[in-house]
């Protein structure tokens, strides 16, 4: 029961400490813009918006800090500075500014901060993601490139992911036997899970008994938490109070995900010492192999890595899935054009294979139209500038964080016809592809932090979409009008759809 005095005791709590941060915060910032005035008189910082003290520029962030920071940077320029709290950050608009952090200026901007949500159970030392260039991160990097997401290892690994589009592909047949609409997003997410947890452990990791069960939740979870703003980011002192217990919540949901995997490494093993070490086509048979030569890839650095692929790879993958179908439905005659294509080269209702994709011109120009509207990381993940950085004219600061806003990057009008456009039309016959080359289409990013991942990305999206439109019509649930479809964006670290597409889906048949 809830007992009347405790509201009084929590509300005193509550403004005890909220006095407390704020002294704290006066008392730090204070201490801190004396020490950079005293330490820096020539800085030439790039332009910005007002600071207010203490808070700086956080209150302008707002609920989708990519659409404010573009409004934003209309007024300042595409290279803006900002105070978020105590952090300098440095805001990249143009196609050109990003190529200068992401290419020319990459030796001294491929650092990250670290979230507090990312520094739990010594996460933040082996992290993929989030450790500094180093040869600990060379090394993995070079594996990554090597042996886990190279053609060939991704050829090999490709008939486990293609019974998974099956399994997919029979679920939906079954809601459309009986007219149920399907929530796109929950439905990509749980398959993009397991698309993930096979083409890494040979398991599904949703769908099963015990543990496993809640997988699903725990990824969502840490997504969440690594994607929501935290006071403490913004006040590092505060990181030793937690105000927003986000380094306990966090620290639960990643020890369960770690001891799912240390059960799935333990029982390979096993399973090695009775029938030998090449059983399995899956990336722990590669890391396990690995392991026996180079000591770094023990197990608790294969369980950290593992965790950095599930929470990079599902959300942005199951996002641009949910926006490209969403965006087909939009556009009925993109959605002919793409089903007319794939009748021709694949055969109707046939399911698309990973090596149909290079005949599918099309499809590809709809992913890239995807990304170019609805980038899934639209922020990218920010970088950190290691010591001061000359960019036209400006210094980006030592410790600063740089953030490249490839959301406004994609509907610049300077770069773009009609940018705010859906039409994949634009990249027939376009050389602009997603591999960091061009930076005006950089949804993976470019440079040493790229995403390694992105090829395997490409292959599951085109995969499951294609399949997806080629078995099934889609019409929207319960004669909801195309009029009536919300577009607008939900901020995490992945840019979601705020209301989930729901679809009934209409079986072709063979
Ligand atoms: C549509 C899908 C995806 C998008 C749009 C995406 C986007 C990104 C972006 C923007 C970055 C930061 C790049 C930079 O700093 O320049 C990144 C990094 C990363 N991504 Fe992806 N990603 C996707 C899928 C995946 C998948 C499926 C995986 C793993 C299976 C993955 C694993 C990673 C990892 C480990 C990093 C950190 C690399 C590093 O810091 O060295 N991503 N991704």
Redesign the pocket.
Known sequence: MHHPMASTLYTVDFVTCALFLLLTCTIIHVVVSFLARTRKPNLKLPPGPTRLPIIGNLLELGEKPHQSLAKLAKTHGPVMSLKLGQVTSVVISSAEMAKEV?QTHDNFLSN?PIPQSVSVLNHEHYS???IPVTPL?RDL?KICNTQLFSHKSLDSSQDIRREKVQQLLNDVKKSSQIGEAIDIGREAFKITINL?SNTIFSEDLVHSSGTAGEFKELITNITKLVGSPNIADFFPQLKIIDPQSVKRQQSKNVAKVLDIFDHLIRKRLKLRGCIGSDTYNDMLNALLNISKENEMMDKTMIEHLAH??FV??TD??AA?LEWALTELVLNPEIMLKVKKELEEIIGKAKPVEESDIAKLPYLQAIIKET?RLH???PL??P?KAERDVEICGYTIPKDAQVMVNVWTIGRDPTLWDNPNLFSPERFIGSEIDIKGRHFELA?????R??????M??IR??LMMLGSLINSFDWKLEDGMKLEDVNMDEKFGITLQKAQPLRLVPVNIGN
């Open positions: 992401l990250r993929l993601a989030f991160w990097r993930l950095d692929l990079a790879g942005t993958t641009t990304f980038p899934p990381v990218l993940l970088r949804p993976f990013g470019a440079g932090r790229i995403c390694p991942a992105m395997l990305a599951m999206l």
